[in-house]
């Protein structure tokens, strides 16, 4: 049973491991102020071209998004995201524990743009209600759609006239930027945003996420923020030594092309069959949609997430492809699925 469930179903690059193990003996001080840690944080800022920012290694994106948002917002205020947002489906109320709400916009491709975000402002109006105030995206969003240049853009400049926070998940950045459609890069989002995190987790890290702070009165006492969530990790080198094998050459990237290679070739061999798909995804997550009886048989020997269902005998399905995804894996999996259709 092969899984195109996710980007984290396998552990960590060779590359990694191997580091892990050649500095398991030496000893580093502790809660991210090791020299691993240092270097991974000096590294990330010369790519991103930015030194006024500061970096914070989280274990997970849950935990980042749900310290980063208590940290940011004063009590009485909210959060706007898509109705697909990470934060909004799929983290178990971890937002609203912080005691925070989070008010959603209804968008057909899981990308925010000024006038949904306006719609949210215009009817929260007075001190009764809770007040907008930051701004959540994903990048590549959880449909696997990528955010242009332009769109960002936009984004910023409403959100800075608006005097709203601008925060980008980038659990999957890597897959985003490495996009054949991409036309951002990591100084533009160190430019355009207020804060964003480069995801680990699922691109080639046994785990980690690496917050990134631009804007400056966002950064102050925040490491208190990471302690009282729970975040600050006593072996805070384990994180800083994955990130610095990620970055210390184009490990991070190579990795991110790898996925989204896979899943062209799944996508291409879907569209020569004369499949649709429910969104439009150059990232390394695909949503083609089939019939139910092709979905069951592929289901005998493949894992993967049923994702819509699109009328009595259609659905969409989720393929995901990772660092690790084998291109046999894949060609395999498109045999399995010809010989299903012809027979």
Same mark, same amino acid.
């Given at each position: ?155 910023? %400049? #409403? ?6 926070? +601008? !925060?980008? &998940?980038? @659990? ?69 030594? %994955? #990130? ?6 184009? +490990? !991070?990237? &190579?990795? @991110? ?87």
């Amino acid at each position: 049973m092969y899984s195109f469930k996710d980007d984290y179903s396998e552990g960590a690059h060779p590359r990694i491991l191997n580091a892990l193990i050649e500095t398991n003996l030496l000893q580093m001080k502790g809660y991210g102020e090791d020299d691993y840690t240092r270097q991974a944080i000096d590294l990330m800022k010369k790519r991103i071209k930015h030194n006024d920012i500061d970096i914070h290694l989280f274990s997970g994106g849950t935990q980042t998004n749900l310290t980063v948002i208590a940290a940011f917002l004063r009590p009485h205020e909210a959060v706007i995201a898509a109705n697909t947002g990470h934060i909004l489906v799929h983290e178990t109320g971890a937002i609203e524990a912080t005691g925070h709400k989070i008010l959603s916009c209804e968008v057909s491709d899981g990308k925010l743009d000024p006038a949904c975000i306006k719609s949210v402002l215009n009817t929260h109006t007075d001190e009764h209600m809770v007040k907008p105030k930051l701004v959540y995206i994903s990048n590549p969003t959880e449909i696997g759609s990528i955010y242009t240049k332009a769109e960002l853009e936009q984004l910023s %400049q #409403f959100c800075t006239s608006n005097n709203l926070f +601008l !925060y980008l &998940d980038g @659990a999957r950045l890597g897959s985003a930027l490495c996009s054949e459609e991409n036309d951002l890069n990591l100084y533009d989002l160190g430019t355009l945003v207020d804060a964003f995190y480069i995801g680990g987790t699922k691109n080639g890290a046994l785990m980690g996420e690496a917050l990134v702070i631009c804007r400056e009165s966002l950064k102050e006492d925040f490491r208190f923020y990471i302690k009282q969530r729970g975040g600050l990790l006593a072996k805070g080198r384990v994180l800083g030594i %994955q #990130f610095l094998e990620l970055f210390r050459d184009d +490990l !991070y990237f &190579d990795l @991110a092309k790898h996925a989204n290679e896979m899943a062209r070739l799944l996508k291409n061999e879907f569209s020569r069959a004369g499949c649709k798909f429910l969104t439009h995804s150059t990232s390394n997550q695909i949503f083609p949609i089939l019939p139910n009886w092709l979905i069951s048989k592929l289901q005998e020997n493949y894992s993967f997430y049923v994702w819509a269902g699109i009328d009595d005998d259609h659905s969409a399905i989720r393929l995901v492809t990772s660092w690790a995804t084998s291109e046999d894996a894949v060609l395999t999996f498109i045999g399995d699925m010809k010989n299903a259709i012809r027979s």
